[in-house]
């Protein structure tokens, strides 16, 4: 079974949120 477009694009959309949150603690680690 092929997963919903909309649940798809939530699951993306979270993916890329996680991602952002991710990058920004790390690039603040490196440089407090």
Request: aromatic share 4%; charged share 10%; hydrophobic share 55%.
């Amino acid at each position: 079974m092929t997963a919903p477009i909309g649940a798809v694009m939530i699951l993306k959309m979270i993916a890329k949120f996680t991602h952002s949150c991710l990058a920004v603690r790390l690039s603040a680690g490196r440089h407090p």
